[in-house]
């Protein structure tokens, strides 16, 4: 374990790694979620070290986007509605090494500090941020905003838990879900980035 940790650091590993990934739609974010726990699975059955469903959390701000990645809803899976937390749900988190988090554009400001405070409880690590467990963040927030009126967007204004802790960036640059159609593909990333031609509008009026 040693000598993998110190490999690892000469890599660049960070003691907490705190990551944002993002992409357009179609760019491969669950393919890579999904590689990613293929990939930890075997890298601890290779270290002789367990993993199981509790290992990596994977959550999502949105039941229907939670449901694609075969998690569930990150109020449920970090307890967020909790006014107690048991000892056997603090338990559950005990072997929690990686919290992911997806559809980040939906979070508002304030439950950004929720997430923290959660995380802090069940891994009974209150002076850590987000208690010390690795973090990625998954998202767009070109697509959906929180919602809400006064709703405020985590990159709307300098949080700290969020512009402050943040210590590595991934963007997804794939069209996967285009490879058959790239015209259609390269419309709906000009509509993402708000910069539709009248050509484009044409086409989806047609439609």
């Known amino acids: 374990h040693h000598i993998s940790r110190t490999n690892l650091k000469e890599l660049g590993a960070k003691q907490q790694l705190i ?32 993993f199981d469903n509790q290992t990596i959390v994977i959550t999502a701000l949105t039941g229907v986007a939670a449901t694609s990645i075969m998690g569930q809803t990150t109020s449920t899976g970090l307890g967020m509605t909790k ?48 208690g010390g467990v690795h973090v990625i963040f998954s998202g767009d927030f070109h697509q959906l905003p929180p919602i809400g009126n006064g709703a405020i967007p985590i990159w709307h204004q300098s949080l700290i838990l969020w512009h402050g802790v943040l210590n590595s960036f991934v ?21 993402r980035l708000n910069a539709c031609t009248q050509a484009d509008l044409d086409i989806l009026k047609s439609r």
Do not use: H
């Open 19 to 50: 990551m944002f990934m993002t992409g357009a739609g179609g760019a491969g974010k669950s393919n890579v979620i999904t590689a990613l726990i293929e990939y930890c699975k075997e890298f601890c059955a290779n270290l002789g070290v367990l």
């Open 83 to 130: 006014t107690i937390y048991d000892n056997e749900f603090i338990k559950s988190f005990k072997g929690t090494r990686m919290i992911l988090i997806d559809e980040i554009s939906f979070c508002k400001a304030f439950e950004l500090g929720q997430i923290d405070k959660a995380l802090c409880i069940v891994k009974q690590e209150p002076e850590l941020t987000y």
């Open 171 to 191: 963007e997804l640059k794939g069209k996967w879900r285009f490879a058959e159609d790239p015209e259609w593909g390269e419309l709906l990333e000009r509509l």
